[in-house]
């Protein structure tokens, strides 16, 4: 069991230790209490309760200063070439140490920009300060933005397996629950059906936590982020379903889309067969242009112009994002150039969600579908399996 825990960590070390020596950074300094930066369980398999500062140098000789009760999970880790304690306060201890290390330069989880690049907290970075000196601090520090969205966006082949099987899984929820859905069902009513897979397969759910709710929206009812309502299904709804579960830390990202055939019909309206098939001609386009080199904002352009082209709005949110440890995690996003992190690069190791979407107000049909993809040397694997017709669910 410990190997497997701390299996990712140690992968995401050599990471760390790469890009350390290629950008002459000394060390990447980890300062967490009670959980506050969400980066330290990531890259050194748990978390402190107590203050705790984890370096990783690019020596490879790692150091972490801890609590006495919080000694022991850090040691078992094997990543540290020394766990030091402390009884009653790090400062005394972590002045101590830092000054042993001769740091030259120091990147801290500091971002404008990125939640998940921004884990330092104002008061621990105040406490840092006082310990190191202001201007010795200002000095040497520098932000560990882009060794933070490199590690968590280039995935390992563990990462991918783990992800792999949170995709499986949220696709055996969706066919579950397409097999019980009918006719007269609430937003409500089919959002617990969400609820019984996750609890079934022991699994929760990957944005909010626990059991919470995936979307379910009937587009009559507003499309939104929203939680599910009473509305009671009826012929020619429209249901968006966006879902997704957490598997060992790692995170999917799917969307679905059904329609209530009213009585007599055997298929959708000629508007709502064209709207599916506008989005999926839009995914279509994403994943067959995606692949290592590409901005950003040339995916984004590329699935944006086919929903255009169709007669639709532009879509109103980025046309993908990348997945992992999140639901939404850091790195490139496939956004509008003017959107921060659109012009990041496409590279092998990432997985993306695609989700070009048709949204039109005033009642008119709205179209989620949303794929999981991994970046290769040859471009863009599917890990979901492609919805690539509506669901049709019959009213009496």
Not at 67 to 80: P, T, W
Not at 234 to 260: C, E, H, N, P, W
Not at 347 to 360: L, M, N
């Amino acid at each position: 069991m410990l190997a497997e825990r701390y299996k990712i960590p140690k992968e995401k070390i050599h990471q760390i230790e790469s890009v350390l020596n290629q950008k002459d950074i000394d060390s990447l300094l980890i300062l967490s209490r009670e959980g506050s930066d969400p980066n330290l369980p990531f890259v050194i398999g748990d978390d402190a309760i107590h203050v705790a500062a984890a370096f990783i140098n690019k020596n490879c000789k790692h150091k972490m200063i801890t609590s006495l009760s919080d000694q022991k999970k850090f040691e078992e880790s094997g990543i540290f070439s020394e766990v030091i304690t402390y009884e009653e306060s790090i400062k005394e201890v972590l002045k101590e140490e830092f000054e042993k290390m001769n740091i030259k330069k120091l990147a801290l989880n500091i971002s404008e920009e990125d939640n998940l690049c921004d884990g330092l907290t104002q008061g621990l970075y105040m406490m840092l300060s006082d310990i190191i000196g202001k201007d010795s601090l200002k000095e040497i520090e520098a932000s560990s933005e882009d060794i933070l969205q490199l590690i968590r966006s280039q995935k390992t082949d563990t990462e991918i397996q783990y992800l792999s099987e949170s995709i499986k899984i949220t696709q055996d929820i969706y066919d579950e629950v397409f097999s019980k859905v009918t006719c007269g069902m609430s937003e409500m009513e089919i959002a617990d059906l969400f609820v019984e897979g996750m609890k079934k397969r022991n699994v929760v759910n990957g944005i909010g936590g626990g059991y919470s709710y995936p979307i379910v929206c009937l587009v009559r009812a507003g499309l939104a982020h929203r939680n599910p309502g009473h509305t009671k299904s009826q012929g020619g709804d429209i249901l968006i379903m966006d879902f997704s579960v957490r598997y060992k830390g790692y995170v999917s990202d799917i969307a679905r889309t059904a329609y209530f055939l009213r009585k007599g019909e055997t298929k959708p309206p000629k508007e709502v067969e064209e709207a599916f098939n506008t989005a999926y001609k839009a995914i279509s386009a994403a994943i067959g242009f995606i692949k290592e080199g590409k901005r950003g904002y040339e995916v984004d352009a590329v699935a944006r112009k086919v929903i255009e082209d169709g007669g639709y709005p532009t879509v109103r949110h980025a046309v993908g994002h990348q997945i992992g440890r999140e639901c939404h995690e850091t790195g490139t996003i496939l956004a509008p150039i003017k959107r921060t992190r659109s012009d990041g690069l496409v590279k092998v190791g990432q997985a993306y969600a695609i989700e070009p979407t048709v949204i039109q107000d005033g009642g008119l049909p709205c179209m989620l579908v949303e794929e999981n993809v991994i970046i290769t040397k040859t471009g863009a694997q599917l890990l979901s399996k492609r919805q690539d017709r509506l669901y049709l669910i019959p009213c009496k």
